[in-house]
Nanobody
Framework: QVQLVESGGGLVQPGGSLRLSCAAS????????MGWYRQAPGKQRERVAA???????NYADSVKGRFTISRDNAKNTVYLQMNSLKPEDTAVYYC?????????WGQGTQVTVSS
């Protein structure tokens, strides 16, 4: 079992930055393809970024060049650095970890981009 706790969300002006953290309750060394997802009101949850255990990354087209996903296996934490934020980035952001055939999700952290 894996428990995930997100933090770092908040209210930021357009063009601003935030860094989200996802702390896992166990070692993430062998957990592949950890990812960040988001869900805006009235919309489906979408994948924002993912990172493999080897460090390969991929991003949704809407965030390429603005967001960076990284992982620190020693701290059992995955990060999402978000720069040049736009109002359309407003959503609840969730961390996901696949582990032993199951999917684990955090409780989410709210990101609001507004002036």
């Amino acid at each position: 079992q894996v428990q995930l706790v997100e933090s770092g969300g908040g209210l930021v002006q357009p063009g601003g930055s935030l860094r989200l953290s996802c702390a896992a309750s166990r070692s993430i060394f062998s957990i592949n393809a950890m990812g960040w997802y988001r869900q805006a009101p009235g919309k489906q949850r979408e994948r924002v970024a993912a990172i493999t255990s080897g460090g390969s990354t991929n991003y949704a087209d809407s965030v390429k060049g603005r967001f960076t996903i990284s992982r620190d296996n020693a701290k059992n934490t995955v990060y999402l650095q978000m720069n040049s934020l736009k109002p359309e980035d407003t959503a609840v952001y969730y961390c996901r970890a696949p582990y032993e055939g199951y999917e684990y999700w955090g409780q989410g952290t709210q990101v609001t981009v507004s002036s």
